[in-house]
């Protein structure tokens, strides 16, 4: 009897020592190579791995926020897949480099041409975005992954603050501080440059007026040196006539 309570008591706790490392279900996610500004450009990479032991992955579908439009959205080619693009009308035009856009890309869509994401893989799939809105944290882009066997799994849950982690939850991208903006950069790259050409000519300047007074001095002096040895020779020859 007591054997077979340590022998229950053993099990349970090497079931407690295994249960945390046993992984999560990985999600698809959206994840920004390098840093993704508020005002800025950056590339992000769709993740989709194939959490199916007998199906692969043929077809993703990513929604783009429609609270925060992005003008400039472009997908990078990826080998064995075919890329679509959806775009819709906006209700509020957006202004990019000085002129009005009233329609973005509302959705992505990728579609294999093979195989797709077979078990036990992943794939990425990077998107160009620009510019990033400076108005939010955070961009939630709802996906949806269809399977070869029609299974259909939508990744549209939105996380919420303080709350444990949905089931199917979207791909969230966290939005960094802005950058230092070039242009001032620039300016003051600039303006130091200004500052010192400034310095340099007036240096410059200030050698020249010094240059010119050191010949005018000059010049004053021999004449100076020739009006006294004239006015010697003439002294000289009035004593001789005397």
Excluded: C
């Amino acid at each position: 009897m007591k054997a077979s309570r340590i022998a229950a008591a053993t099990v349970a706790a090497g079931s407690a020592v295994l249960a945390p490392s046993v992984p999560a279900f990985a999600h698809v996610t959206v994840q920004p190579e390098g840093t993704a500004a508020k005002g800025g450009y950056a590339v992000v990479d769709v993740k989709v791995p194939n959490e199916r032991d007998d199906a692969s992955t043929t077809k993703v579908e990513i929604s783009l926020p429609a609270d925060h439009p992005i003008a400039s959205v472009m997908p990078q080619p990826v080998p064995g897949w075919k890329a679509t693009v959806t775009k819709s009308k906006l209700d509020k035009p957006l202004t990019m480099h000085g002129e009005k856009i009233d329609e973005a890309v509302s959705k992505v869509t990728w579609t294999a041409d093979g195989k797709g994401i077979e078990p036990g893989f992943f794939q990425k799939f990077p998107l160009s975005l620009g510019a990033l809105p400076e108005n939010t944290d955070q961009l939630v882009f709802k996906a949806l992954q269809t399977y070869s066997d029609k299974e259909v799994v939508r990744w549209i849950e939105v996380p919420q603050e303080g709350q444990d982690e949905p089931e199917n939850p979207a791909p969230v991208l966290k939005l960094a501080a802005a950058a230092e903006d070039e242009h001032d950069s620039a300016s003051a790259a600039n303006a130091t440059d200004k500052a010192g050409t400034t310095e340099k000519t007036a240096a410059a300047d200030s050698g020249d007026d010094t240059d010119t007074t050191a010949r005018v001095l000059g010049v004053a002096g021999i004449v100076i040196g020739i009006a006294g040895v004239a006015y010697g020779v003439f002294a000289g020859r009035r004593r001789t006539a005397a």
